[in-house]
């Protein structure tokens, strides 16, 4: 049996195909050009499933998107102008009836967190926050081995907690929510603001650790409002381990050490006693591999 699974970003959708005992067989990505809307995404979605299935014997696809999902009925809840025209779009309908087969669909972060669990960081962990720090900020929560989605499938919007009550505006019409201080767009911005030019974060990197003391002040300040928001989350949770993925994930122990180095003197000892922070294993393939698992499970 196998599946061909996706995972639809703002920048790139990425898409593979999997085996029903986790193995990526196969894996490619295209530009989502995400200003195109919605319905222009699903279709170039259905588009490389019809292909997928002329090479392959699928027998399903599952979806990874950005956005809220009601992961029953496989609709987008609610998505930001990242995506026009994406909320209250039917994506199983859609796919289903031009594919002739079954689709499932879930939330991105929600798939990382499964993909984590069922390959990764959190095998054999029943209760874990992950969160993924790109451009903006995601959270997935598992208590008692399953994922908790809320009532509306909107649970862990972590990334709209408000660390600065009257701050920055944010994209979800709020303002000083923990994304726009603690993404790793919000680090790009606040590089840029310092060194009057923009820079990508690899070369920041690259800075900072070769002793650079502007590029130091810039990650201590952004390291402090990441882990003051990772405080009221382990305070609130008192979870067993926290997964952290996203792009900024790739800078590997370097960065998970000065997480670790930060937040541990800010939270209760009783808090502290047996947490575990890890870095996501699978990297971008996590949700692939978590869009496959959730096709299994039913």
């Avoid at 995972?7 to 295209?30: C, R």
């Avoid at 926050?129 to 908790?148: H, M, Q, R």
Wanted: contains cysteine.
């Amino acid at each position: 049996m196998f599946l061909a699974c996706f995972d639809i970003g703002g920048t790139s959708i990425k898409y593979g195909i999997v085996s029903v005992e986790g193995e990526i067989l196969y894996d490619a990505s295209t530009p989502t050009e995400a200003h195109l809307g919605g319905e222009t995404i699903i279709q170039k979605v259905v588009s490389i499933s019809k292909e997928l299935k002329r090479k392959w014997d699928i027998n399903g696809i599952s979806i990874s998107t950005a956005g809220q999902i009601d992961n029953v009925n496989g609709i987008v809840v609610h998505a930001t102008d990242t995506i026009p025209n994406y909320t209250g779009l039917n994506i199983v309908e859609i796919v289903q009836i031009q594919t002739e087969l079954p689709v499932k669909v879930e939330n991105d972060v929600n798939c990382t967190a499964i993909g984590e669990h069922w390959k990764g960081s959190a095998q054999g962990v029943e209760d874990f926050l992950c969160l993924t720090i790109g451009t903006g900020i995601g959270g997935a929560l598992f208590l008692n081995g399953k994922l908790y989605t809320g009532q509306s499938f909107s649970a862990g919007e972590v990334g709209h907690i408000t660390l600065y009550p009257k701050g920055q505006a944010c994209t979800c019409g709020s303002a000083g929510c923990y994304e726009q201080y603690a993404s790793s767009q919000a680090l790009e911005k606040l590089v840029s603001t310092e060194f009057g030019e923009t820079l990508q974060l690899i070369d920041f990197f690259q800075l900072l650790k070769s002793g650079d003391m502007k590029a130091l002040a810039c990650y201590d300040q952004w390291l402090d409002d990441l882990t003051t928001g990772l405080k009221t989350m382990i305070h609130f949770l008192n979870p067993r381990l926290i997964v952290l993925g996203g792009g900024i994930s790739a800078q590997g122990d370097f960065l998970l050490n000065s997480i670790k180095d930060s937040v541990y003197p800010k939270i209760m000892p009783n808090h502290a006693r047996n947490l575990e922070i890890k870095m996501a294993m699978n990297g971008n393939k996590a949700n692939l591999l978590g869009a496959a698992k959730i096709f299994l499970m039913e």
